[in-house]
């Protein structure tokens, strides 16, 4: 299985992250996760591990808004130039509620417009780092148009929180959408999220669309974040009503009722009839995931795998979360395993 992987991730490595109260933590989504994926990946007989190309910045600006690309490349200069104490990493402390506000021009004030929480810290490598992590999942969808059945985009940072004109949630540039969005001039693609998490970055982009059903499976965002979206009755606007689906999960979701709700989300898929397939894949939904709430074994992930691979359509598979980072490298080669 080719496998797209680029060293660029580890430049991003904030110093902390904020929880709930302000408690200051070390960053969950670290490079570790990446060498404990690539230890487990070497390990196997069929991963092969490659180079991303370079698609530039234009598929990239079809999917987010220039001026919040725009942000992202020139925050880090600002914010050294800036008058703040503790530079270790560029965190705002007032955010933009998306009810009409104006875009101011200061760094901080662009910082809380384009930022949605206080988990997604940027350093001096996180654009260059984001840029590579989306290479990684146009790669994967390149593979793919070239006639390979699967694909894995081995991308760091994750992208399903990042919107149109928005970082979250670890998550800077959408891989899984800016590769769907490659594959749409082919035919129609299904995008399904298993990432513990509500993909709500991904709900936001193809929210209007029709030519690509994105369903993502998730903790009820009544109790978990991202909160603000990913419920049952958001099913698209427009064009796109109709092609969203959320399917939400109880806390403690064992394997029996997490495959339950998979089957749902297959029939649907099916009923579509894509040309193919991008799976937004977090390993946060395991059981013993420090930011996860339910309890999916690895066997369980690897029978995930699997009735997604029986749909037989060709697919990209994307890193998205997944903190447990002694158990991520078992999981995801149940995970892919299945699909070779
Ligand atoms: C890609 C991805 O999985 N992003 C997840 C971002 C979640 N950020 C919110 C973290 C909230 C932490 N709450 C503390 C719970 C510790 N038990
Ligand atoms: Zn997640």
């Not at 904030?14 to 990946?41: H, Q, S, V, W």
């Not at 590769?179 to 209007?208: P, W």
Request: overall charge negative; glycine content about 10%.
């Amino acid at each position: 299985m080719n496998v797209y992987y680029s060293e660029a991730h580890r430049k991003h490595d904030p110093p902390f992250e904020l929880f709930d109260g302000g408690l200051r933590t070390p960053y969950m989504e670290n490079p570790d996760r990446m060498d404990k994926i690539l230890d487990a990946l070497h390990a196997t007989e069929w991963a092969e591990i490659l180079e991303p190309t370079g698609f530039g910045l234009e598929p990239i600006y079809t999917i987010h808004d220039k001026d919040y690309i725009d942000f992202l490349a020139s925050c880090w200069a600002e914010w050294l130039a800036s008058e703040a104490i503790d530079k270790s990493t560029l965190l705002p402390a007032t955010f933009a509620l998306r009810r009409h506000p104006q875009k101011p021009t200061s760094l901080l004030g662009r910082a809380g417009y384009y930022i949605m929480d206080l988990s997604a810290c940027i350093v001096e490598g996180t654009f260059q780092a984001a840029r590579a992590s989306a290479n990684c999942a146009l790669s994967a969808a390149e593979a793919i148009v070239n006639g390979k059945r699967t694909a894995f985009a081995l991308c760091r940072p994750p992208g399903h929180h990042a919107g149109k004109d928005y970082a979250g949630g670890y998550c800077f540039i959408n891989n899984a959408s800016v590769a769907a969005n490659r594959l749409s001039m082919k035919g129609k693609v299904a995008l399904l999220d298993v990432d513990y998490h509500c993909g709500n970055g991904t709900q936001d982009i193809f929210y209007e669309r029709a030519d690509v059903l994105t369903i993502s499976l998730h903790a009820d965002p009544n109790f978990e974040y991202p909160y603000y979206a990913g419920y049952a009755n958001e099913t698209g606007t427009g064009a796109g009503l109709g092609f969203h689906k959320n399917i939400l999960l109880e806390k403690g979701t064992d394997d029996a009722r997490y495959l339950q709700a998979l089957e749902e989300a297959l029939m649907l898929i099916r009923k579509f009839e894509p040309s193919c397939l991008v799976v937004s894949a977090g390993m946060d939904i395991y059981a013993d995931d420090p930011l996860g709430t339910i309890k999916v074994s690895t066997e369980g992930i690897g029978e995930i795998g699997k009735r997604i691979s029986a749909l037989g359509l060709p697919t990209v598979i994307v890193m998205e979360g997944g903190y447990n980072n002694e158990a991520l490298g078992r999981n995801i080669v149940s995970f892919l395993g299945e699909f070779e």
